[in-house]
């Protein structure tokens, strides 16, 4: 009879972050540091952010959501792993996604 092949599940590595309104380029890089390099995170939520810049970082998707008051949430994925189901809050103070089976509410 033959074995049955085990397989782990792969472990994603999550991290949520208040970046109270980062928007300079040194700041991003940090960021963009610590997201690849020392961390190797592959799904952040971010919180208090003032601008839609993490866009111009490489390899992440970056879903934004800026309310009524300059400030908001984003949710920023690696490229190859695909959120479903983002919703937002119109303040800007929340939003969700889903990731396989997994709900993400960042608030």
């Given at each position: 009879?033959?074995?049955?092949?085990?397989?782990?599940?792969?472990?994603?590595?999550?991290?949520?972050?208040n970046?109270?309104?980062m928007a300079?380029?040194?700041?991003?890089?940090?960021?963009?540091?610590?997201?690849?390099?020392?961390?190797e995170i592959d799904i952040i939520l971010?919180?208090?952010?003032?601008k839609p810049v993490f866009d111009d970082i490489r390899g992440f998707v970056a879903h934004t959501n800026i309310g009524?008051?300059?400030?908001?949430?984003?949710i920023?994925?690696?490229?190859?792993?695909q959120l479903t189901n983002i919703v937002r809050l119109p303040t800007g103070r929340g939003m969700a996604a889903s990731?396989?089976?997994?709900?993400?509410?960042n608030i």
């Open positions: 009879m033959p074995l049955k092949s085990l397989t782990m599940p792969h472990v994603y590595k999550m991290a949520a972050l970046v109270n309104g300079a380029q040194p700041q991003i890089t940090m960021l963009e540091d610590f997201l690849k390099k020392k961390q971010l919180q208090e952010i003032t009524t008051t300059g400030r908001g949430t984003a920023l994925s690696r490229d190859q792993l990731f396989q089976n997994v709900t993400l509410v």
